[in-house]
C-alpha cells in the first residue's frame, strides 16, 4: 500500500515539474515570440495606441512610415508595389505581412527593455512609439528593379557580394500595400499571378544553365586539369538509354568554351565524372538543401539526396528535381564573385530607437568557405568570357567588364524561365545579380537586360 501511495506521489511530483518546466519555457522563452505572433489579437489593441516605427532604405529614404492624428494612424508606403512583398503591410482586417509581420516586436517598440518601457508609457496613458528599421535596401535601385519586371512574371535581386548585403529585392507582379484592403479580392483572383507571392525568396525555380557555375565549382574541385582538357559535344550525351541534348553541336572544345556557349553535353560530362556526392557536397556549400537564416520567410533550394545517372547529368544542366529561389542563386554567383566565399545575406542593416540612438546593428559575415580563390578565379574568366563573346554579350556593360552566365529552365508549363546570373566589377565585384522571367525563353534576351540596368545603376550610386 504504502509503495503505491509513494509511486503515486512520485508520477504527480514528476508531473508538476514537467508543467512548471513547459510553463517556464512559455514565459521565459518563447513568451515574446508567441505575443508577438501576427495571428496574436492582443497586437491589435497595441497596435492602435502605438506609432509604428518607420523602415528607411540604407539612404535614410522611407520605405513605410505612420501618419494621421493618434487613434486614428494609418501605415503609408511611399514605394506602393516596387516594395510590396519586401515590406509587407500592415491592416486591421488582414493582419501583417513581409518586414511589418517579421518585424513586429521593434516596429512595436515590445522588444527587450524597450518593450518594458513602452509598457509602462502605455500604463500612465502616454502615446508609445516603436523602433526605427534601417534596410541595407537601395530604395531607387529597389524601383528600377521593379519597373524593369513591370509586366512580367519574375524577380530580381542584387547583393553586395563582400558583405552580403540585400540592395534590391523584388518581385513581379505586384500589389499597392496602400491599398490593400480595396484591392484584396482582386489580388487573389486567379487571373492576377499571385502578387502576395514573393518570388525573389519563395519561387522555386529550376535554375537551368546558371547551375553549371556549381558544377564547374565541383569539377574543379575535384580535379583542376581539366581546364587544359578538350570536350567533345556532338550535340547529345545518352545516359543510361535517355539522350541529354546541347542547342547545338559544339564540336571540340575546352571548358571556358563549354561555360561560353553553354555546352550541356561538356557540364554533364562533368559531373558524371565528378560524382554525385562530390557535386552535392559543393551544391550543400552553396546552399542547397539547407536552411537558411533570414529576415523573412525564404523557400529552401532543393536538391534530390540520391542521384543516379540520370539525375545527376539532369542536376549538373540545372533541370531534373533541382530547385532555386533567385535569392540563392544570386548567393551562388556572390560567392564566385567574392572569391570563394560566400558571405551571410541580410536585409535588416540596424534597429534605432527614437531620436536615432542604435539599439541593434548587422555585422557582415562569411557563412561559408565554398572554394579556394583560384577556383573561383577561373569561373570567373569564364563568365567574363561568356559576356565577351559567349551566350550574354547583352548584359556588357560599357567602359565595366561584367562576368555573366545564362540559363533557359525548361518547365513543363510552357516557354522557358529566362535567367541570368552576373557580377560587376569583373576583378573587384561590387554588385551581384540574379534575375529570373517566368516563360520568357533564351536568358541572354529577356533577362539580361534587365541585370545590365540593374548593374548599372547599382555602380554609379
Not at 33 to 60: A, C
Not at 127 to 141: F, S
Not at 387 to 415: F, H, M, R, W
Not at 447 to 461: K, N, V
Request: aromatic share 6%; glycine share 10%.
Amino acid at each position: 500500500m504504502k509503495n503505491g501511495v509513494r509511486r503515486l506521489a512520485l508520477v504527480v511530483t514528476v508531473a508538476f515539474i514537467l508543467i512548471i518546466v513547459h510553463l517556464t519555457y512559455i514565459q521565459a522563452v518563447a513568451g515574446e515570440r508567441l505575443y508577438l505572433n501576427p495571428l496574436n489579437p492582443r497586437l491589435g489593441q497595441v497596435e492602435k495606441r502605438t506609432e509604428r516605427g518607420t523602415i528607411y532604405d540604407r539612404n535614410s529614404k522611407v520605405l513605410a512610415r505612420t501618419v494621421g492624428p493618434p487613434g486614428q494612424l494609418q501605415r503609408q508606403y511611399p514605394l506602393g508595389p516596387a516594395a510590396a512583398q519586401m515590406v509587407g503591410y500592415v491592416s486591421g482586417r488582414l493582419g501583417s505581412s513581409g518586414l511589418e509581420a517579421g518585424r513586429d516586436g521593434d516596429l512595436l517598440g515590445m522588444s527587450g527593455w524597450q518593450g518594458l518601457l513602452n509598457q509602462g508609457r502605455r500604463v500612465m496613458g502616454l502615446p508609445a512609439r516603436g523602433n526605427d528599421l534601417t534596410l541595407t535596401i537601395d530604395a531607387d535601385l529597389q524601383r528600377l528593379a521593379a519597373d524593369l519586371l513591370a509586366g512580367r512574371r519574375g524577380a530580381a535581386v542584387a547583393l553586395d557580394p563582400r558583405t552580403g548585403a540585400v540592395l534590391a529585392l523584388a518581385s513581379s507582379p505586384s500589389f499597392d500595400p496602400n491599398l490593400i484592403e480595396e484591392e484584396w479580392s482582386r489580388i487573389n483572383t486567379p487571373g492576377a499571378g499571385s502578387p502576395l507571392l514573393n518570388r525573389a525568396l519563395q519561387g522555386l525555380y529550376p535554375p537551368g544553365s546558371i547551375m553549371k557555375l556549381v558544377t564547374a565549382t565541383a569539377a574543379l574541385e575535384a580535379d583542376p586539369g581539366i581546364l587544359q582538357e578538350e570536350f567533345f559535344c556532338p550535340g547529345y550525351l545518352e545516359v543510361q538509354g535517355w539522350k541529354l541534348t546541347c542547342p547545338r553541336p559544339h564540336g571540340r572544345i575546352n571548358f571556358q568554351q563549354a561555360m561560353m556557349y553553354s555546352c550541356n553535353v561538356t557540364f554533364a560530362t562533368l559531373a558524371l565524372r565528378t560524382g554525385a556526392d562530390r557535386f552535392q557536397r559543393a551544391a550543400s556549400l552553396y546552399g542547397f538543401g539547407r536552411a537558411l537564416k533570414f529576415d523573412l520567410p525564404l523557400q529552401e533550394a532543393r536538391l534530390p539526396e540520391h542521384l543516379d545517372s540520370n539525375g545527376l547529368a539532369e542536376a549538373a544542366i540545372g533541370q531534373g528535381a533541382v530547385l532555386a529561389t533567385p535569392l540563392q542563386m544570386a548567393m551562388v554567383t556572390a560567392a564566385v564573385a567574392n572569391k570563394g566565399i560566400l558571405m551571410q545575406p541580410y536585409l535588416v542593416d540596424k534597429v534605432t530607437a527614437t531620436g536615432g540612438r542604435l539599439i541593434w546593428q548587422a555585422i557582415p559575415r562569411p557563412l561559408q568557405v565554398v572554394t579556394g580563390a583560384n577556383i573561383a578565379a577561373e569561373i570567373t574568366a569564364a563568365m567574363v568570357a561568356t559576356v565577351n563573346d559567349g551566350t550574354a554579350t547583352t548584359a556588357a556593360l560599357p567602359g565595366i567588364q561584367v562576368a555573366a552566365k545564362t540559363g533557359s529552365a525548361q518547365n513543363p508549363q510552357g516557354e522557358a524561365h529566362a535567367w541570368l546570373v552576373a557580377f560587376a566589377p569583373a576583378d573587384h565585384p561590387r554588385v551581384a545579380v540574379a534575375v529570373v522571367v517566368e516563360n520568357a525563353g533564351a536568358g541572354g534576351v529577356a533577362a539580361a537586360p534587365i541585370a545590365r540596368e540593374i548593374m548599372a545603376a547599382a555602380l554609379r550610386r
